[in-house]
């Protein structure tokens, strides 16, 4: 892990991160252009359409091809068997295993390993044939391009120093980094609407940043440290609504737990869900308050009250990039339009590998007066 995530850690490197960013804006901005006043839109829908094409510009260099809608087909119904997988937490070592749901599974599973693998074969043949443009600025590209230290320890695995990944190892780090950046952010920002939609004062002071920050035109990111209040909206909505909303980590040795001794190679399953909507960490828990993120606030509580990116060694490798493609895609939309919800009662949070909204997110555009972005 330690190998992979040092390999893997310069495509979020603060130089890349710029590169993405006005992509990002460029998407989001293309997006609000084509709603209508008084339209109805399934913002959860097109939270994650917005995203998926945000993660084939940046992580793919590509538009929404067949292929990239594909990989989103297939990781959404790999969503819809969750349950399965967490009682199996082995599935994949049963292949012959009698189940229709695990079947699906394999199914599913192979063909987005094919799919993924024709990117990559595709992308080296582009790059052998191009060797000036080898690097092209996405991550599918430096992936391929990359290569360990000649005193990396990885030698002991069978790999030399200057070696690079595997096909199987690149198509592994995509996946992961393409549900990681793609269908939480998307999730993340769904939720964010609901909660401003419910929360006219949150919704009145977002604005009037917006509105001062950017004097009607576009984010880019040198806006992004002068947008605080924005970044505390899409906080609070992943307090109450975490997209990863459980994980779950194994001991390496012993851990003394209140009463309790436990063994090295427990697993342990936590949610973020459950506490950060506890009471002991946040007054009126239930209530969206943005100021709960001022950084006053976050320092007066303990470290791992809030934790929406996980902690630690393995914490997520990409968590930059969502928070900056999360905070200019809300301000871009934001600086146009209002969004009020139709339902007639709460959304309902479906508990999958992410959080999902069970039934579609049915939101009415509303332009916004005094912006002339």
Same mark, same amino acid.
């Given at each position: 892990?330690?190998?992979?995530?040092?390999?893997?850690?310069?495509?979020?490197?603060?130089?890349?991160?710029?590169?993405?960013?006005?992509?990002?804006?460029?998407?989001?901005?293309?997006?609000?252009?084509?709603?209508?006043?008084?339209?109805?839109?399934?913002?959860?829908?097109?939270?994650?359409?917005?995203?998926?094409?945000?993660?084939?510009?940046?992580?793919?260099?590509?538009?929404?091809?067949?292929?990239?809608?594909?990989?989103?087909?297939?990781?959404?119904?790999?969503?819809?068997?969750?349950?399965?997988?967490?009682?199996?937490?082995?599935?994949?070592?049963?292949?012959?295993?009698?189940?229709?749901?695990?079947?699906?599974?394999?199914?599913?599973?192979?063909?987005?390993?094919?799919?993924?693998?024709?990117?990559?074969?595709?992308?080296?043949?582009?790059?052998?044939?191009?060797?000036?443009?080898?690097?092209?600025?996405?991550?599918?590209?430096?992936?391929?391009?990359?290569?360990?230290?000649?005193?990396?320890?990885?030698?002991?695995?069978?790999?030399?120093?200057?070696?690079?990944?595997?096909?199987?190892?690149?198509?592994?780090?995509?996946?992961?980094?393409?549900?990681?950046?793609?269908?939480?952010?998307?999730?993340?920002?769904?939720?964010?609407?609901?909660?401003?939609?419910?929360?006219?004062?949150?919704?009145?002071?977002?604005?009037?940043?917006?509105?001062?920050?950017?004097?009607? /035109? #576009?984010?880019? &990111?040198? =806006?992004?440290?002068?947008? @605080?209040?924005?970044?505390?909206?899409?906080?609070?909505?992943?307090? %109450?609504?975490?997209?990863?909303?459980?994980?779950?980590?194994?001991?390496?040795?012993?851990?003394?737990?209140?009463?309790?001794?436990?063994?090295?190679?427990?697993?342990?399953?936590?949610?973020?869900?459950?506490?950060?909507?506890?009471?002991?960490?946040?007054?009126?828990?239930?209530?969206?308050?943005?100021?709960?993120?001022?950084?006053?606030?976050?320092?007066?509580?303990?470290?791992?009250?809030?934790?929406?990116?996980?902690?630690?060694?393995?914490?997520?490798?990409?968590?930059?990039?969502?928070?900056?493609?999360?905070?200019?895609?809300?301000?871009?939309?934001?600086?146009?339009? /209002? #969004?009020?919800? &139709?339902? =007639?009662?709460?959304?309902? @949070?479906?508990?999958?590998?992410?959080?999902?909204?069970?039934?579609? %997110?049915?939101?009415?555009?509303?332009?916004?007066?005094?912006?002339?972005?």
């Amino acid at each position: 892990h330690l190998r992979q995530r040092k390999l893997i850690q310069p495509a979020f490197h603060r130089q890349r991160i710029a590169a993405y960013a006005e992509k990002i804006v460029d998407i989001a901005a293309h997006t609000r252009d084509r709603w209508q006043p008084g339209e109805t839109i399934d913002i959860a829908a097109a939270s994650m359409s917005l995203s998926l094409e945000s993660v084939a510009r940046t992580l793919f260099d590509t538009e929404v091809t067949n292929d990239v809608r594909s990989i989103n087909d297939e990781v959404s119904l790999i969503m819809g068997l969750y349950n399965l997988i967490v009682s199996l937490p082995r599935l994949e070592s049963y292949p012959h295993l009698p189940i229709p749901g695990a079947r699906k599974f394999r199914r599913s599973r192979n063909r987005l390993h094919r799919i993924v693998d024709r990117l990559i074969h595709q992308r080296r043949s582009e790059m052998l044939a191009d060797p000036t443009h080898r690097d092209r600025g996405d991550l599918l590209s430096m992936l391929i391009v990359s290569r360990y230290e000649p005193t990396d320890p990885a030698s002991a695995e069978g790999i030399s120093g200057e070696q690079g990944m595997s096909d199987t190892q690149i198509r592994d780090e995509v996946l992961t980094i393409f549900l990681a950046g793609y269908e939480t952010v998307a999730n993340a920002l769904g939720w964010t609407w609901y909660c401003l939609s419910q929360n006219p004062a949150a919704e009145f002071t977002l604005h009037a940043e917006l509105d001062r920050v950017l004097t009607g /035109r #576009l984010p880019t &990111l040198a =806006d992004y440290r002068n947008l @605080p209040y924005t970044e505390q909206v899409f906080a609070e909505s992943m307090r %109450l609504y975490p997209p990863a909303w459980a994980m779950g980590r194994m001991s390496t040795r012993p851990v003394t737990l209140g009463p309790y001794t436990i063994p090295a190679g427990t697993h342990f399953f936590f949610s973020q869900y459950i506490i950060q909507r506890s009471a002991q960490y946040f007054t009126d828990p239930l209530r969206f308050d943005p100021a709960r993120h001022t950084p006053e606030a976050r320092a007066a509580r303990p470290r791992f009250a809030y934790f929406p990116f996980g902690g630690g060694s393995r914490q997520c490798i990409g968590e930059s990039f969502a928070w900056m493609e999360g905070v200019l895609t809300l301000a871009t939309i934001a600086s146009r339009w /209002r #969004l009020t919800y &139709l339902g =007639d009662a709460p959304p309902v @949070p479906q508990a999958r590998i992410t959080l999902r909204p069970r039934e579609p %997110l049915l939101m009415r555009l509303i332009p916004r007066s005094s912006s002339s972005v």
